[in-house]
């Protein structure tokens, strides 16, 4: 009678664990698709933010790098005229003398007392170079100069775009720190403390950042400058080009 039994129940056990088998499955398979539509969902929205986060950054391009860097030596003026080119030097109008070079392009002007100032480069790798090539030309006019000195930047402007066609008249009357006199100069001026960077805004969107001293500081003021833009009603929405 057990054997009997037994017979009956091994087909028993075996229906019951196909169907077991099968229920798995198709709950491994419902779950492996939700998965795969959670996944492909978060991709997406993953895509869409960096689309959005892209679309709110401002497209920069640096214009002019101003720095210095003070030597700690005297510089003859009058040597430098006579033995370096491009250099012009009118001491009863400026103090400083004027040298030029072409690679990178850019202007130094140069002090008695060992304080050099570099303008005209757009990039922290060409102000290093030009600083180097101008300490090196001095120094090969026979004036002993050190090997070592700090570049240091004082001003970085900048330029960026907004799309937009802006009513400054009404932008001047709403923007505390602003300044608009159209009949001396086209641009709104505006003006923020933390970072201390002074904008020109134009009506065709374009703006123009000063006194920023490093590139964060330029974002910074720019993220400061939409907000308080914002705050009165103006839509700040960045340009694809600078």
């Not at 690679?103 to 100032?117: C, E, H, N």
């Not at 030009?130 to 006019?141: L, S, T, Y």
């Not at 400054?168 to 001026?189: K, M, W």
Request: aromatic letters at 6%; a positive charge; hydrophobic letters at 40%.
């Amino acid at each position: 009678m057990r054997k009997k039994h037994h017979a009956k129940a091994k087909p028993l056990e075996r229906s019951a664990k196909n169907a077991l088998k099968k229920q798995s499955m198709k709950a491994l398979k419902k779950a492996a698709k939700k998965a795969t539509v959670k996944a492909v969902k978060g991709q997406s929205m993953k895509a869409a933010r960096k689309v959005e986060a892209k679309r709110a950054e401002f497209k920069i391009k640096v214009q002019n790098i101003v720095a210095f860097t003070t030597l700690g030596k005297p510089i003859s003026l009058e040597l430098l005229l006579k033995k370096v080119e491009n250099t012009e030097w009118q001491p009863e109008q400026f103090p400083g003398l004027v040298y030029k070079i072409t690679d990178p392009r850019a202007s130094a002007l140069i002090f008695s007392q060992g304080k050099v100032v570099c303008t005209g480069t757009k990039s922290l790798e060409d102000l290093e170079r030009a600083m180097k090539k101008i300490v090196d030309r001095v120094r090969q006019a026979g004036i002993p100069m050190p090997r070592k000195y700090k570049t240091r930047v004082e001003n970085i402007v900048s330029s960026t775009k907004i799309k937009a066609d802006l009513n400054l008249d009404e932008i001047a009357s709403t923007l505390e720190n602003s300044e608009y006199e159209p009949e001396q100069f086209p641009g709104l001026v505006y003006r923020i403390s933390d970072p201390r960077v002074a904008f020109l805004l134009f009506g065709s969107g374009r703006i123009i950042i000063a006194g920023a001293q490093n590139f964060e500081s330029i974002r910074r003021a720019l993220q400061r400058f939409k907000e308080n833009l914002e705050a009165i009603g103006v839509k700040v929405e960045p340009a694809d080009e600078a």
